[in-house]
């Protein structure tokens, strides 16, 4: 039989019975708003209820949806969605549309406006800070930014503050992307390397690489003070006017001047220097001295990352900018003691290197007169008894020149 039938179509009984096709969502759907009779959310994680509990409502006031957060101290952070169904509470996250959180108070004061957290617990503990301004935040992180129903900032000042870390800052982006497609009047994002630098001293350190309005806080920072950081920190973004295909990128935030100082006061020096002499970027200065440093450094230390792990103190620095800006001459100039060593190395090395080479020759030169002699030996043991006796001689000559060579 033919090989073909194998590739027939499939009749009604055999797609019935395959698993290509998902089956059908029996679940309940999420019950919005949420009823009175409803009752406590119930919903636990490893047994525990939630420490603090969030809820997202509509423009009237009646509650949708919530989100709940497991916190322990040492312990990671959870945080899950629910909704209310015929069903009970399940912990998933409602369909979309998504509403904002805070969503009836910013329908009472449409005028008023607005700074955006990642997440309702930092909204809600920051209103104390901005009391002119509206807190609100939207549910689902950055994956979620196109989920949400950002209508009601439609011509609104939109302020956002996210996360010191690189989820924040891809939190931002995306944020800012949606809010040019919902028709926002106006952009700023706090910009964090711009917060005062003793209020990042006042946050423990673990801490600093994701810091954000809560942990301000909770360090004792007053909310007049924080208020006024924030809007010292702030940045604005372009707003796209007019027709035309949506940009495939978020604009590109303004560029902060390099921190320089945050080098020290030797490399922040020399690089100023550098700087100043090349006629180069104070920022390309300082990138060349900060691999030179991470040269020097990486044969003398090992950095340990927050895990345990032990990895070489090295650092991958890339330059980019049009030539003639004067990248080699800064790298020149930041590598000049680096030469100098090197040549003071070379120095030290090169008469060593030739009586290396001096006494190897003379070894070598030995080496192999040995190797002949013991040749010539094995030779002789299998020589003819009427040979060995004029061999012999000769081969005892040959062992006193050899030694006297040797002695020599």
């Not at 497609?181 to 673990?206: C, K, Q, T, Y």
């Not at 600093?208 to 909770?218: G, M, Q, S, T, Y």
């Not at 000559?397 to 050899?402: C, D, E, K, W």
Request: net charge neutral.
């Amino acid at each position: 039989m033919s090989g073909l039938h194998q590739f027939a179509p499939l009749t009604t009984a055999e797609i019935a019975a395959s698993r290509i096709f998902r089956e059908p969502d029996t679940r309940a759907a999420p019950i919005m708003p949420i009823p009175h009779e409803a009752g406590e959310c119930d919903l636990r994680f490893d047994g525990r209820k939630p420490d603090e509990k969030y809820w997202f409502r509509d423009a009237a006031g009646a509650v949708l949806f919530g989100e709940l957060q497991w916190r322990r101290l040492g312990c990671d952070k959870h945080v899950r969605p629910c909704v209310y169904t015929r069903d009970g509470w399940r912990a998933e996250a409602p369909a979309s549309p998504r509403a904002m959180f805070n969503l009836d108070k910013l329908a009472a004061a449409q005028d008023a406006l607005v700074i955006l957290f990642e997440g309702p617990r930092k909204a809600t503990r920051a209103a104390s800070c901005f009391s002119r301004t509206l807190c609100s935040a939207f549910a689902g992180g950055a994956n979620a930014a196109k989920q949400i129903d950002f209508s009601p900032m439609r011509g609104r000042a939109v302020t956002l503050w996210r996360d010191a870390d690189e989820a924040g800052a891809f939190w931002q982006s995306a944020t800012i992307e949606a809010l040019q497609s919902a028709g926002v009047g106006s952009i700023r994002f706090v910009d964090p390397a711009r917060l005062p630098a003793h209020m990042w001293e006042l946050v423990p350190e673990n801490k600093r690489d994701k810091l954000d309005v809560v942990d301000l806080i909770e360090a004792g920072v007053s909310p007049e003070a924080i208020g006024e950081a924030a809007e010292s920190a702030c940045v604005s973004v372009p707003i796209s006017v007019g027709s035309g295909p949506t940009p495939l990128a978020a604009p590109v935030a303004p560029v902060t001047p390099y921190p320089v100082d945050a080098l020290g006061d030797v490399l922040a020096g020399a690089a100023r220097a550098i700087a100043a002499k090349v006629q180069c970027a104070n920022a390309m200065a300082a990138q060349s001295v900060l691999a030179v440093a991470s040269l020097a450094a990486q044969a003398l230390a090992d950095v340990r990352l927050p895990y345990g792990q032990t990895r070489p103190l090295s650092l991958y620095c890339l330059t980019v900018a049009a030539s003639g800006d004067r990248k080699s001459s800064a790298d020149l100039e930041a590598m000049v003691p680096v030469r100098m060593r090197e040549k003071q190395l070379r120095e030290a090395y090169e008469p060593l290197a030739k009586d290396y080479a001096v006494a190897r020759a003379a070894w070598h030169g030995q080496r192999q007169q040995l190797e002949r002699c013991k040749s010539d030996a094995i030779q002789i043991s299998v020589m003819p008894d009427w040979l060995c006796e004029s061999h012999s001689v000769a081969a005892s000559s040959m062992a006193r020149a050899t030694h006297s060579v040797v002695v020599t």
